[in-house]
């Protein structure tokens, strides 16, 4: 079946195939928070991107393979709830953005940085940091050597403009000017996008509104 992205929760996984990884997306309760898990292919090493919550649906995803390890975008609570029950049953390596450790109370074994580059068996990640929404937010870029790249961006870019700023002017123009130059100015329209909450949509379906977004101011 096409991928779609489309997850409701309690639902099924939608599971995007590449040529070198694959990608399954959930949605689980309260916040209708997305968790990601991908596999590497060639490997079979898995790596889930935010144990939201729902700790049940996300081992039952990981299933009998495990997982290598556990990234959290950023520090907000909805994004890291069952990410301690996680680690305990896995024993998976734990991945945060370096400034927004200090907000995640479960350690983080390996603190990244603008420009790290995360692995999951043969499969490179890149992380690129984007100020605003949080200090810290890291957004993961697999710019696929089989097509186009795929970027799972956490709550910095959703369909219809970028995380919430809390009416911070600063911290909007931060956000908005980080995904500019670290996605829009580098990567295709075919890019797919992967949120933190919600449906996917490229960069291409977004890329014509980001002026209206800048004089919206959010």
Known sequence: MTY??????????????LTALMISKVAVGPMNNNAYLLRCRESGEQMLIDAANDTATLLQLIGDDSIASVVTTHRHGDHWQSLQAVVDATGARTYAGRYDVGGIPVATDVPVEDGDTIR???????????????????VLIYDDPHGHPHVFT???????????????????????????????????????????????TTLGAERPHLAEWRARGW
């Open 4 to 17: 779609s992205g489309v997850v409701k929760v309690d639902g099924p996984a939608d599971v995007h195939e």
């Open 120 to 138: 999951v068996g043969r499969v490179e990640l890149n992380v690129r940091r984007l100020i605003g929404h949080t200090p810290g937010s890291i």
């Open 154 to 200: 956490g709550d910095c870019l959703f369909p219809g403009g970028v995380g919430n700023t809390h009416d911070d002017p600063e911290a909007f123009a931060s956000l908005l000017g980080g995904i500019e130059e670290k996605l829009f100015d580098r990567l295709s329209d075919e890019t797919w996008v992967y949120p933190g909450h919600g449906h996917d």
